[in-house]
């Protein structure tokens, strides 16, 4: 099973290019999320969806554009890219419910190096 | 607001000696799902266990239990036995009911077991 597929899995960026970072769930999980890590802060959330067509802002969203246009994709796109979007990128898709058995699965992140 | 917090950002533990990663809590809503992933050099996030706010006993998964006090908000991993491959970031995290569509993270504790 293939789970959350991020793509691409390393990228460098110089300042002011623009990417999009794809992830893909086939698990049919209601929603998705995007979250970055850097040393000594864990995992912040930048934006989040919780339905095909919706999404919305995280803990750290500046910099950052997503669109959920179908239901098993969650695309985050960077307009201008800065040194400061250096950081590893992880997605992750829950069913939607609560309870036990909703936790998050996370696709292997996404090295990204803005220079 | 809903804040999770890790205050030991490393340990070093022998084999096979048992240890606990602390994990504290903050959030207003009276239900809510607790989580801990392992992160290991490979970068991918594995689920390990999860507790629900009003599960009456402490959850369990093979060598990790959850000790969960929900007075205190805490909800620190113990891994008993451990092992060489338990050496890694371990993360707490939290999704409170009302939104469960958001889950947020602590900011990590590296755990390095010693031969």
């Known amino acids: 099973n293939a789970g959350v597929t991020q793509t691409p899995k390393f990228r460098v960026l110089k300042t002011g290019q623009s990417m999009t970072l794809l992830c893909a769930q086939d698990?049919?999980?209601?929603?998705m999320y995007w979250y970055r890590q850097d040393p000594g802060m864990g995992l912040r959330l930048i934006h989040y969806?919780?339905?095909?067509?919706?999404?919305a802002k995280g803990e750290v969203p500046d910099g950052y554009n997503v669109s959920r246009l179908k239901k098993q994709n969650f695309l985050l796109g960077l307009e201008s890219a800065a040194p400061s979007q250096t950081s590893v990128y992880f997605c992750?898709?829950?069913?939607?419910?609560f309870g036990p058995g909703t936790e998050a699965f996370f696709g292997q992140g996404t090295r990204l190096t803005v220079v | 607001a809903q804040k999770i917090t890790q205050t030991q950002p490393g340990m070093f533990v022998q084999e096979k000696e048992a240890v606990t990663l602390d994990c504290t809590y903050d959030t207003s809503d009276p239900s809510y799902g607790l989580f801990w992933y392992k992160q290991p050099s490979s970068g991918e996030m594995i689920f390990l266990i999860y507790?629900?706010?009003?599960?009456?006993q402490n959850a369990t998964e093979g060598r990790y239990s959850l000790n969960f006090q929900k007075a205190r908000k805490s909800a620190n991993l113990v891994i008993s036995a451990s092992q060489l491959g338990d050496s890694a970031m371990y993360f707490c995290a939290m999704s409170p009911y009302s939104s469960a569509s958001k889950i947020i993270f602590g900011s990590g504790t590296r755990l390095s077991i010693r031969p």
């Open positions: 969806s919780v339905g095909e067509g919706t999404t």
């Open positions: 992750a898709s829950t069913p939607g419910d």
């Open positions: 507790q629900g706010s009003y599960d009456q």
């Open positions: 698990m049919n999980h209601e929603y």
